[in-house]
């Protein structure tokens, strides 16, 4: 997925890189990009009135989008500044009405929706306060499979599935803090190798 993953997010942090001016952000990759913010209020409400095959769906259809746009920006050379910007926002946000209103319909632990929150917002904050100082953070190595493992496990919370599955999702979400977690040590530890 582009920038929703911690390995493309270096990219994303330089916003001049690779930008050609010439293009419009008038372009496919980045009306993708607007319509997942724009449904995501959508999703939310679809979780909270119990519409769960609807609520999955819609999950799906945004991440699909995700995936989409980033693949059309790289093939046709589409890359601008406002998708650089924008995309990371869109992901994030998804990421984290999804985990909100898992947990204001009682589906899952306040603690993960913590843990997890603050692992991304908290890194994410970190890495632009020391690029304003010139400094710039190696991407983690393990940010695909938490990205991967994030999004499996909100989609098996979100889809109605039988009780007997709802032990191994809990698993695959633990799985998921537990990457998210050891990703997050990882950039500490790299930035600070990095900048010594």
Same mark, same amino acid.
């Given at each position: 997925?582009?920038?929703?993953?911690?390995?493309?997010?270096?990219?994303?942090?330089?916003?001049? +890189?690779?930008?050609?001016?010439?293009?419009?952000?008038?372009?496919?990759?980045?009306?993708?990009?607007?319509?997942?913010?724009?449904?995501?209020?959508?999703?939310?409400?679809?979780?909270?009135?119990?519409?769960?095959?609807?609520?999955?769906?819609?999950?799906?259809?945004?991440? =699909?989008?995700?995936?989409?746009?980033?693949? =059309?920006?790289?093939?046709?050379?589409?890359?601008?500044?406002?998708?650089?910007?924008?995309d990371p926002i869109?992901?994030?946000a998804l990421m984290?009405?999804?985990?909100?209103?898992?947990?204001? =319909?009682?589906?899952?632990?306040?603690?993960?929706?913590?843990?997890?929150?603050?692992?991304?917002?908290?890194? *994410?904050?970190?890495?632009?306060?020391?690029?304003?100082?010139?400094?710039?953070?190696?991407?983690?190595?393990?940010?695909?499979?938490?990205?991967?493992?994030?999004?499996?496990?909100?989609?098996?919370?979100?889809?109605?599935?039988?009780?007997?599955?709802?032990?191994?999702?809990?698993?695959?979400?633990? +799985?998921?803090?537990?990457?998210?977690?050891? *990703?997050?040590?990882?950039?500490?530890?790299?930035?600070?190798?990095?900048n010594q």
């Open positions: 997925m582009k920038n929703v993953n911690d390995s493309q997010a270096a990219q994303n942090q330089t916003p001049h +890189a690779d930008v050609d001016p010439a293009v419009s952000n008038w372009n496919l990759p980045n009306i993708l990009t607007g319509l997942r913010i724009l449904f995501i209020p959508l999703f939310v409400w679809l979780v909270l009135a119990g519409h769960d095959w609807w609520a999955f769906g819609c999950f799906v259809l945004l991440m =699909i989008t995700d995936k989409l746009d980033g693949d =059309i920006a790289r093939a046709r050379g589409l890359i601008t500044d406002f998708g650089k910007i924008a869109a992901d994030k984290t009405a999804a985990f909100v209103s898992l947990n204001i =319909i009682g589906a899952l632990p306040v603690w993960i929706t913590v843990v997890i929150l603050f692992r991304e917002f908290g890194i *994410t904050i970190w890495r632009f306060v020391l690029l304003r100082q010139g400094k710039v953070v190696p991407a983690s190595k393990g940010g695909k499979l938490k990205t991967a493992l994030q999004t499996l496990a909100v989609a098996l919370y979100l889809c109605p599935l039988p009780e007997w599955m709802d032990i191994p999702s809990l698993i695959v979400m633990l +799985a998921a803090v537990v990457v998210t977690v050891v *990703t997050g040590v990882q950039y500490l530890v790299d930035g600070r190798k990095e």
